[in-house]
Every structure is written in C-alpha cells, then in structure tokens.
C-alpha cells in the first residue's frame, strides 16, 4: 500500500521524525512493498523542527535506496529488516509530471524569505481607497484584533513569515490557498484508490497552522470533482496540549505573539468544529495529548524553534502506523484514543509501562534497533582494532567491514544514528539525539540507556541484567561477537545488506534473552 502522509506545522513536523526513527527499527507487519509520501506543510519555511524532520527522512530514504536497490521495479519484497519501508518525495510519487516542485518533503505554502504581514496579505491598504470595501473593512476589524499599528502582535499587524503564532482563525484564512498549490495538484492527480492508497494527516489542535490547516486538507479531498480522490481512505492524529510556554525572550524581552493560556480553549472550540463538521469525514481519527504539560523556552518560530522530540509525539507516530495495518473501510469513522499501562506522575516512562500490543507492535522492533545501534557504535565503530583482528565476520570472507567502514551507506548509517552526539547538543536530529530528547522532560520516554560511557548490558533503562559466576551477560559484547560470527557463516550473500540484516536478527536473539 502507499500511504500520502500530511504533516502540518511544527508538531506535524516533529511526529515524522518519530516516525522516521520508528521505521528504521523495522516495524512488524511493513515491508519493502510498503511506501510513504510524506509531505510536510508549514508557512515559517525555516523552521527548525521542519528542516530536523526533512533531514532525517532524506537520510533514511538514501538508506533504504543503498541496502534495497533491487526491491524498486523488480517485485522484490524485503521484510523483517531494518530501514525496509520505502519514503518516496512527493514529486517522485505516481505518475510523472509536476516533478518541478521546489522540495522533495516540503510543501512550500509561504512567503519565501519576504516579510508580509496579515493586513498585507488581505489587501486592506487597497479597500481602504475604495468606498465599497468600506463594509468588508468593518467586518475585518470587527474579527480581527485591529490595534495600534505599532503592536506587531496584533492579529491585522501579525508577520507571517514566522507562521501563524496559534491563531487559527489567521490561518484558517490562509490556508484556503492550500488547494491550489502544485504539491496539492499532484496528490490529486497521483492518488490511486484502486491500488490501495490512503491518506493521513498530523496536526496540533491547539496551534494556529495544524488546528487551520487539518480541515482545509480534509475538505479539499472530500470536496474534489474525481470520485477516486473524493472517496479516499483518510486517518488523521489530533494532537492535543502537552506543551506550554515559558519565559519570554530574555534577550528581547518579548512576550509574544502565542498565547499558551488560551491552548486548552482553543482545543475546546476546535473539538466542538470536528464533531460538527468534520468527523464524519473522517474513517480513523486518533486522539494523543498528555496531562503533564511541559514548558518550552518561547520561540518566535524559524531556526530558534527547536522543540526536543516528546513522548506524545512517539505515540502519534504509532497511530499513523496503526492506521497502516489496520483493516479500514470508506463507511467506517472509528475514533481511538492511546493509554499507557501504568503512569506514575513524576517517574519516567519505561518499557513495563506500555501494554503487551505496544511493546509487540512497536517497541520490541525499536528495542532491537537501539542494540544494534549500541553495538554497532560502540564496538565496531568504537573499537575497531579490537574487533578487526578477533572477529570473522569483519573479515573479507565475510562482510568485508574492513575499508567500508564510515563509507557508503556505513557513512549514511553513521550520520543517522549520529555517532558523535553529545548529550544536549543543538542542530542534531539523528537516533541518538532523538532519545536523548524524550529523556530530557518533566515527563520523560526513559526506554534506554544510551550513554557511551554504560556497557551494552544496561541498554534497558527498567532492568538490569548480570551475568553468572561463569557466564557473562547475554548482551556483553563479546556474546554479540560471537552471534555476529555465527551469522557470517549462515547468509548466502556477504554484501551490506546482509551485514544489516545480521546485525537485526543478532539484536532480536539477545534481546529476546533479556527483556
């Protein structure tokens, strides 16, 4: 199947990038057959969680085409490996044409570098020289915050290269354009509900560009002239409050366009418009948020806005694989909500917190990955005299590490899981960073310990695990060695992609031994 994924503004952006991560472990139940479009939409162009979420898909989708060449156009189906699912741009998706879109994973629906404020975009300084807009500007200034011109975050005076700063009734405006744009001509012209394509769409509830943009998606496809795209499968996350706003500015001592006192409000009155207007449109419709809200240094938007990678966002990213695997009809409108096991206010999150589905459907896969990851970084990239000459698997005979070794895809896997982060680090969207993230809340996801400095044996953060008086551990190094060795022997074809498939069954064998 191929799943068009929509992300919109900073949250879309950053459940991506969980997703990103959780396809790289090699979720149960996709393969090499499986393809996601997915398209990021958010008017503050340079926003840095975009551009984080941008460089993770690009780095994954050079991944896959390294280790699955042959799986595109040749009826070879991959499965039960890392990096499997295939990401395709949207420009390379379906038919050929529209191939001059600007971005492979952006829509591009923003003012380009040009600073343009609400009223601008309106047009008010042109009604205000005709006498018959006079009544369409009374109605403006009657819905809009009209104060002095002077005040840069009122609603009229609002800059929107930055976004739309949690107003949604400024972007509900803007967003009317969406349509219109050639990222959106060709979804309409690709979209093949013969072949089993679906839709799906991320968006916050109580910002200004998810909560606006969500239900001008649903109604451009539900609204369209082709039967086949007016009738799509559609799933959608609404992701509720789990972050506030902290200090202003200290350098500015700027308070601020977004008001994070009226989130909740504003998810009420967005909740309200979905029942009335826009559920029924929707088949799956999942519900994320989380009480324990956080709070996040104030960002005008751009570059500044880098929000560390949450929990909640985690969990987005499971629906939207659960949307995938799930058996969904075009008269079924289905609503969910996610529960964790056990929650103590307070404590981290930890792998015996989520029920047996999650870990099966989820974290077992993302269990294995970060062993691997750990060994991989650890001891073959961490200590490569060592493993070099007492290991047959790095050995010509076998997958020939040696000279591969921070090249090719070994490179690309290097950057992906980021080899050289260091905790707290800024700029970085890598694996590595990304758990480092989740840990790093009130409410924090503490699934692994990650820190170079700990053997791979504390690698689950809710267990210990001790070897015998005269046994080591299951995931010591020198026990995955030796699995790595035994594996060598086993695979037919001692290519990179053989080496990474080791790497995963060697990972679920010792995991399996100790979780």
């Keep these: 199947m191929r799943l068009f994924l929509f992300a919109i503004g900073g949250t879309g952006a950053r459940v991506v990038r969980s997703l990103t991560m959780m396809l790289a472990s090699g979720v149960e139940g996709l393969d090499s057959s499986t393809e996601i479009v997915p398209v990021i939409i958010d008017y503050d162009l340079s926003n840095a969680d975009k551009t984080r979420a941008v460089s993770a898909l690009e780095k994954y989708s050079q991944i896959h085409s390294s280790l ?46 040009t600073a343009i404020k609400f009223t601008d975009y309106l047009g008010l300084s042109s009604m205000q020289a005709k006498p018959n807009e006079k009544v369409t500007l009374d109605l403006l200034n009657a819905l809009y915050d009209d104060s002095d011109q002077n005040d840069r975050n009122a609603e009229l005076n609002l800059e929107l290269t930055l976004g739309f700063k949690g107003k949604p009734n400024i972007g509900s405006v803007v967003f009317h354009e969406l349509r219109s744009t050639p990222e959106l001509q060709k979804f309409f012209a690709t979209y093949n509900a013969v072949n089993g394509d679906r839709v799906f769409i991320v968006s916050s509830i109580f910002g200004g560009t998810g909560s606006s943009g969500f239900p001008e998606i649903v109604n451009a496809i539900r609204t369209h002239q082709n039967p086949n795209v007016r009738d799509a499968i559609i799933g959608a996350t609404v992701v509720l409050p789990y972050f506030g706003l902290g200090i202003p500015d200290p350098t500015t001592g700027d308070t601020g366009a977004v008001d994070a006192g009226s989130f909740a409000s504003k998810s009420v009155a967005a909740l309200t418009y979905y029942h009335n207007s826009l559920n029924n449109k929707i088949n799956s419709l999942y519900y994320v948020g989380d009480e324990n809200i956080d709070a996040y240094d104030y960002s005008e938007g751009s570059t500044r806005q880098e929000n560390r990678a949450h929990v909640v966002e985690f969990i ?3 629906s939207i694989i659960d949307f995938m695997k799930r058996n969904v009809g075009a008269n079924d409108h289905h609503a969910f909500e996610y529960g964790i096991k056990d929650e103590r206010k307070g404590s981290a999150i930890k792998l015996e917190d989520f029920y047996d589905g999650s870990k099966t459907e989820y974290l077992d896969n993302l269990s294995e990955f970060t062993l691997a990851v750990k060994y991989y970084r650890d001891v073959i990239c961490g200590d490569r005299n ?3 000459t007492s290991t047959a698997f790095y050995s010509p005979n076998a997958f020939a590490l040696n000279g591969k ?11 992906f899981i980021d080899v050289d982060y260091n905790n707290g680090q800024k700029g970085h969207w890598g694996f590595y960073p990304w758990l480092d993230e989740m840990i790093n809340h009130d409410h924090k996801l503490h699934l692994y310990n990650i820190d170079k400095s700990l053997k791979i044996n504390d690698i689950l953060a809710h267990k210990v695990v001790k070897g015998g008086m005269f046994s080591s551990p299951a995931t010591s190094d020198d026990n995955i060695t030796s699995c790595m060795n035994e594996k060598s022997h086993q695979l037919p074809a001692y290519d990179d992609k053989a080496f990474f498939k080791a790497l995963r069954e060697v990972a679920r064998e010792i995991y399996n031994k100790v979780k």
């Design 386 to 388: 060592r493993v070099k």
């Design 68 to 113: 699955y060449p042959d799986a595109v156009g040749q009826g070879v189906n991959y499965s039960d490996n890392f990096f499997m699912t295939k990401l395709t741009p949207l420009r390379n998706a379906g038919i050929a044409g529209a191939q001059n879109l600007q971005a492979e994973y952006e829509l591009f629906f923003g003012p380009a570098g």
């Design 316 to 318: 987005a990213a499971t």
């Design 405 to 415: 070794l921070g090249r090719g895809v070994f490179k690309l896997f290097d950057e």
